[in-house]
């Protein structure tokens, strides 16, 4: 039996909307036509009013999402449009119109803390662990968008934390800072999530709806113009080197070109 390929699951269920990232043989990392369904989903969901809440979640306990696949990077034109790309994606979640709970279980990583920071609320087992290893892996960027958004809700000395030196953050931590809403036990996760989703869907819907764009606005003014540092990043022969070498399965050879 061939297997299922990746993809994302959506399931509605009254007023709670289930997205599940579907490819747990690759710990749930997003390949292009991922990325464009999750838009879609979004841009979908935010035209249903019958909709109060939508939880965000990876298939099996191994990650939430891990980042996006690497496979995908051999193709990429030598530019920023990736992450231009990418950020109108997150928007997309950014702004629905109800409260988004992210449940995480294992990593989430790359595009994994972006999509869990991108949601209102993030619930996590105790052993999860967050973090934008790429400067020890790809060698790539954040857009100034995504580097904003993880600013505003993690802070940036914890924001340098994870890109400069690569650290994964451990749950406990995350949760002392704010964070996370929660941490709990794999046993417990899905009945604190469901809880919290059922709470959430019984407050005024526009009062939510404004607040969140609200603040997703404030957020989003006044980002400065970095295209040529994205631009730097992508067409350096260390972002090509970081592609390879973790295809290869090998340790990176950077060169700071």
Known sequence: MNPTPPCIDLKLEGSIARITFNNPAARNALTWPMYEELKRICDDLANKPEIRVAIFRGAGDKAFVSGSDIQQFIDLQENEAYEVAVDTIFQSLQHLPFPTIALIEGLAVGSGLLIATACDFRVSTSDARFGI?????????????????????????????????????????????????????PEEIDSVSNTLALKLAALAPITQKVSKLTIARL??????????????????????????????????RWLGK
Not at 235 to 250: C, H, M, P, T, Y
């Open 133 to 185: 290893p790429v400067a020890k892996t790809l060698g790539n960027c954040l857009s100034p968008s995504n580097l904003s958004w993880l600013a505003s809700h993690l802070g940036v000395p914890m924001v340098k934390r994870m890109l400069l030196s690569a650290e994964l953050i451990k749950a406990p931590e995350l949760l002392h800072s704010g964070y996370l809403y929660q941490t709990t036990s």
């Open 219 to 252: 957020m989003e003014c006044n980002l400065p113009e970095c295209i040529e540092l994205m631009r730097e990043t992508y067409n350096s022969i260390d972002f090509k080197e970081g592609v390879n070498a973790f295809l290869e399965g090998r340790p990176p």
